[in-house]
Each structure stands twice: as structure tokens, then as C-alpha cells.
């Protein structure tokens, strides 16, 4: 894992000014104490970046359980009850992992993943134009299309304009400016601009200008900076930890928050690892059983101490990989940098402008929502194009989850289209004496997905025509297909169809049984 540390440790500090906006964020989303979600975040990139047998993705967080989590603390009586629901729902994910429900992640199609990916890029740059003019009613880590403020993502758009922070625009704009020329320009001049990256450097200019304009008409006010609990003692420091109430495990509610939490969680991992490795450059391939097992073992720990649920999640992963992260390494040293920071300089990391890590956030977001990649699908086909432009829409007006189950809906409907019209090839071989040969080739897997088309291409057969039917390279033929040729075989008779069957077994003309011949027995009522 050293063996790239010169990638992994660049890397990491721009995860960790990813994470940071994002962990307190989704805290205050969840109606949780803000430190918890620094807690998760800790706990994800050290724990359970120290057992996943990812390279590249990162774990915090995650957005997509805000909801359940408010709602939940409500519902089970207080913060340390619902504690008790995420040690539990980290115990189900050991037992999905140890069940090898890792193999779930492998069922969804690649265009559905890339609409994730565009998906939740079109977010980012959506949620974090508002934070770039200055503007945070909604705070960081809400990805819901619905807002905490009662605005959505689309009409929050338009509050800007009232309320645009010059000061805070002004440091947005030269972060964004850095974040271009370091990326476009001068990582390319020397070895000293790859190993420092343009979001420190973006970040070191933001707190600079924070603090030589105070009191000026450029200034930044507090509500526009990062805002990170700050102890004045050790006592205070360990008073943010809270504990789950065990008492109140008999509680069904828990139980049921808890399996919830672990399958939604997982869900969410598992997209997130398709997603990452599809994003590494190196296609390595990430273990999923064993990355149920470090997630639920971090959730264990999270909930031990008073922290958020934990995920793997794709705006972390995908910041690590665009940053040249090259191992495990980075995530476990973003978790270090969370711990260190919150402990030694929670004063300094206050003085982060929040329009600062939206530029940081922006570029994050454009590279996944790039308009190359909807050329390139759009010239994949409309087979591809339509699950992966669902999947977006789906994420974007509604959440994760629904717009993954609604690509995945229209690429299993795109499938079965598939399978209806592959499965089996008509050839017309020539004209002679009034009457037409014609050849059926049926394909190497025919189900009862197919009798529809296989049904209507022998009912249009005319009448004195001749139907070779090659099934020699057919492997599994339904007993549903065997019904419908055995019951054609006495409409062939009324209209002078005469039919040679051609197989491995031999050719059979006019076969007086079908059934027989295939040795399947009829269908009983």
C-alpha cells in the first residue's frame, strides 16, 4: 500500500476537503449532532478503508440514508435508540457478507451505472451552485430533489440572485480558476504540481482571503464558512460521543430500522463498488462479499461511539479517483486527516469559505456528468440510451435508490425486447410452383419469453408453403415453445404447411409429435 504513497497522500487531502462539507452536511440533514457525521466519516475512511478490499472507494456518510435517519431518531425515542438500530444493521451486512449477498452488485446493467454515475454528477453541480454565490439556506450532504428548506434543487436555483455573497463569490471564482489551471495547465509543468494539489492549494487561498478581509465590504460572514464543532476542553471534546441505549433493543421499531439501514446501506455499497471499479483506471475488481463484511463492521463501530450509518459513496470514491488515488491507502489517511483535524484545528478548518469546496465539488461534479458521455451513449443505441437517461432523471427528481430500480425496470423491459426478437431467424429460401420455402432458425436459448414472436411468425406462414425449422444449435428449447409447435403442427395440416425439422438428432418431416420427439411430457391441468 506504500508503494504509491506519493499518489495516495495528494489524493487523500482532496477527499478529506470533500468529506469534510459533506459529513457535517449529511448531519444536518439526518437531525443528527454534527460531530456524528464526523464520527462516520472517520470510521469509513479508516476502519472500514483498512478491511475493504476496495482500492479506490471511500466510505462516510452517505446521503441517500438522511431521510430514513430523520425520520428514524424521531420514531425509536431519541438519538442513542436509533444508535442501537445501526450497531444491529451493521450486524445484518456481516451476515449478508458471510451469505455472499456481495453477488446482488453484479446484476445491474452498465447503462444503469453510468446513469448513476451522470446522475449524481448533475447533483453536485446543481446543489453547489448556491453554495458557490454565497447562498446556503440548504446545507451540504442534502441531495434530495425536496429540500430541508423547503425549497427543491430546481427553484432554490432561482433565490440566488437575492442573495448573492460578493464576498464569497469572489473566492469562488478564483478557487474554481485555481482548480482549472492546476488540473489543465500546471500539473503538467513539473513534479511540485502533481504532488500538491489544486484544492489545497484552492482551500490555502480561501482561508487567506477569509481572514486579510475581515471587516472590509468583501468580507465573509460566519454562515458562509465551515462550521466544525469546537471543544474548550477535553471533558467538552468527549461529551460529543454518545452511546446506543441497549435497554432499548426489545423495541420491534429498532429491529425493523435496523434491517433497513443494512439494506439500504449495502445497496447503496454495492452500486457505489460497481460504480468505482467501472471508474478505475487500473479496472481492478472489488470483492463485494468482503466489502459487506468492512461495512458492517463499520457500522458496528459507528453506532458503538455515536456515529451516522456508513456506506461507500460515490462523490468521495469518484473525488479519489479523479485525484490519483492509487490505493487503500488514501482513504485510510483521508479517515487520519478527519481525526487529526477535528482534534488539533477545528479554529482553522472554521475559516474555510463553503464556496471554496463548492468549486472543489463542481469540478468533482462535471467529471462525472460530462456531455462526452451522453454522446456516447446516445451513439450506444437506443437499447442503452433510454435505461441510462431514466437512471438520471429518476436520481435527479427523486433519490438514488428509486432512479437505479427505475433504470434497472427499463433495462429489464429493454431485455426481455431483446429476447423477443432474438429468438430465431426467418429466411425466405425461394418461390417455386405457387408455393413459398421458407427456413426457421431458432436461437440458442428459446423461453417463454419468446413464444409471442415465434406464435405470430407461424401464424403468418401461407397457406401451401414449406418451413424448414433448424433447431441444431438450440441448447434449451422451453416446454412452453414444444406446445406452441405441437399444437402449429395440426393448423399445418388444415393449410398444407409441411414441415421438416432439422436437429442434432436427425431430420424429421412432419413430425407426428413434437412432445415425443423432444421426450417432454405435456403439461397436466
Known amino acids: 500500500?506504500?508503494?504509491?504513497?506519493?499518489?495516495?497522500?495528494?489524493?487523500?487531502?482532496?477527499?478529506?476537503?470533500?468529506?469534510?462539507?459533506?459529513?457535517?452536511?449529511?448531519?444536518?440533514?439526518?437531525?443528527?449532532?454534527?460531530?456524528?457525521?464526523?464520527?462516520?466519516?472517520?470510521?469509513?475512511?479508516?476502519?472500514?478503508?483498512?478491511?475493504?478490499?476496495?482500492?479506490?472507494?471511500?466510505?462516510?456518510?452517505?446521503?441517500?440514508?438522511?431521510?430514513?435517519?430523520?425520520?428514524?431518531?424521531?420514531?425509536?425515542?431519541?438519538?442513542?435508540?436509533?444508535?442501537v438500530a445501526v450497531v444491529l444493521g451493521g450486524v445484518i451486512q456481516l451476515v449478508f457478507g458471510f451469505l455472499k449477498a456481495g453477488i446482488i452488485g453484479y446484476y445491474f446493467p452498465s447503462s444503469v451505472i453510468k446513469g448513476m454515475l451522470t446522475g449524481i454528477g448533475i447533483i453536485i453541480i446543481f446543489k453547489q451552485i448556491p453554495h458557490f454565490f454565497g447562498y446556503d439556506a440548504d446545507p451540504e450532504g442534502d441531495f434530495a430533489f425536496s429540500q430541508m428548506d423547503g425549497e427543491n434543487t430546481l427553484s432554490e436555483l432561482g433565490n440566488i440572485a437575492g442573495s448573492i455573497s460578493i464576498g464569497a463569490t469572489l473566492i469562488g471564482v478564483i478557487a474554481l480558476a485555481i482548480l482549472i489551471l492546476w488540473s489543465n495547465v500546471l500539473s503538467k509543468k513539473g513534479k511540485f504540481f502533481q504532488l500538491v494539489q489544486g484544492p489545497l492549494v484552492a482551500v490555502a487561498v480561501g482561508i487567506i482571503y477569509y481572514v486579510s478581509t475581515m471587516g472590509t465590504d468583501y468580507a465573509i460572514s460566519a454562515e458562509h464558512l465551515v462550521s466544525v464543532p469546537v471543544p474548550d476542553s477535553v471533558d467538552s471534546f468527549i461529551g460529543q460521543f454518545a452511546f446506543p441505549n441497549f435497554g432499548a433493543i426489545t423495541n420491534p421499531a429498532i429491529w425493523v430500522t435496523a434491517f433497513t439501514i443494512a439494506l439500504v446501506a449495502s445497496l447503496e455499497t454495492l452500486l457505489c463498488v460497481e460504480a468505482t471499479d467501472k471508474l478505475d483506471p487500473e479496472k481492478r475488481v472489488t470483492p463485494t462479499n468482503r466489502e459487506l463484511l468492512a461495512q458492517g463492521t463499520g457500522n458496528i463501530l459507528s453506532g458503538m461511539i455515536g456515529g451516522l450509518p456508513v456506506t461507500q459513496v460515490i462523490v468521495r470514491s469518484s473525488a479519489n479517483i479523479q485525484s490519483g488515488g492509487k490505493t487503500k491507502m488514501s482513504a485510510i489517511i483521508h479517515g487520519f486527516l478527519l481525526l487529526i483535524s477535528v482534534i488539533l484545528i477545528p479554529t482553522l478548518l472554521n475559516k474555510i469559505p463553503l464556496s471554496v469546496l463548492a468549486a472543489i465539488l463542481l469540478i468533482v461534479g462535471y467529471k462525472?456528468?460530462?456531455?462526452?458521455?451522453?454522446?456516447?451513449?446516445?451513439?450506444?443505441?437506443?437499447?442503452?440510451?433510454?435505461?441510462?437517461?431514466?437512471?438520471?432523471?429518476?436520481?435527479?427528481?427523486?433519490?438514488?435508490?428509486?432512479?437505479?430500480?427505475?433504470?434497472?425496470?427499463?433495462?429489464?423491459?429493454?431485455?426481455?425486447?431483446?429476447?423477443?426478437?432474438?429468438?430465431?431467424?426467418?429466411?425466405?429460401?425461394?418461390?417455386?410452383?405457387?408455393?413459398?420455402?421458407?427456413?426457421?432458425?431458432?436461437?440458442?436459448?428459446?423461453?417463454?419469453?419468446?413464444?409471442?414472436?415465434?406464435?405470430?411468425?407461424?401464424?403468418?406462414?401461407?397457406?401451401?408453403s414449406y418451413l424448414e425449422l433448424d433447431v441444431r444449435k438450440t441448447r434449451f428449447l422451453d416446454n412452453d415453445i414444444i406446445e406452441i409447435l405441437e399444437d402449429f403442427a395440426l393448423k399445418a395440416k388444415s393449410r398444407n404447411i409441411n414441415i421438416k425439422l432439422i436437429s442434432e438428432r436427425g431430420?424429421?418431416?412432419?413430425?407426428?409429435?413434437?412432445?415425443?420427439?423432444?421426450?417432454?411430457?405435456?403439461?397436466?391441468a
Not at 476537503?17 to 448531519?27: N, S
Open 368 to 464: 462525472l456528468a460530462k456531455p462526452a458521455t451522453f454522446k456516447a451513449m446516445w451513439k450506444a443505441g437506443w437499447k442503452q440510451f433510454v435505461p441510462f437517461i431514466v437512471t438520471v432523471v429518476g436520481i435527479f427528481f427523486i433519490d438514488l435508490l428509486w432512479g437505479i430500480g427505475l433504470g434497472l425496470a427499463v433495462g429489464i423491459v429493454v431485455v426481455l425486447y431483446k429476447s423477443y426478437k432474438n429468438s430465431h431467424f426467418l429466411n425466405k429460401e425461394d418461390i417455386s410452383n405457387g408455393s413459398q420455402k421458407m427456413k426457421m432458425t431458432l436461437a440458442e436459448e428459446v423461453t417463454f419469453f419468446n413464444k409471442g414472436a415465434i406464435l405470430k411468425e407461424l401464424d403468418n406462414l401461407p397457406e401451401n
Open 1 to 83: 500500500m506504500f508503494k504509491y504513497l506519493k499518489n495516495d497522500l495528494p489524493a487523500s487531502v482532496v477527499v478529506f476537503f470533500v468529506a469534510l462539507p459533506l459529513c457535517l452536511g449529511i448531519a444536518l440533514a439526518s437531525g443528527a449532532p454534527l460531530f456524528s457525521g464526523l464520527i462516520a466519516g472517520i470510521i469509513g475512511g479508516i476502519v472500514v478503508g483498512a478491511l475493504s478490499g476496495s482500492q479506490i472507494g471511500v466510505s462516510g456518510p452517505a446521503a441517500g440514508l438522511a431521510a430514513i435517519v430523520l425520520t428514524a431518531i424521531g420514531a425509536l425515542g431519541g438519538y442513542e435508540n436509533f444508535l
Open 507 to 524: 431430420i424429421v418431416e412432419n413430425p407426428p409429435s413434437y412432445i415425443e420427439f423432444f421426450k417432454l411430457r405435456p403439461k397436466t
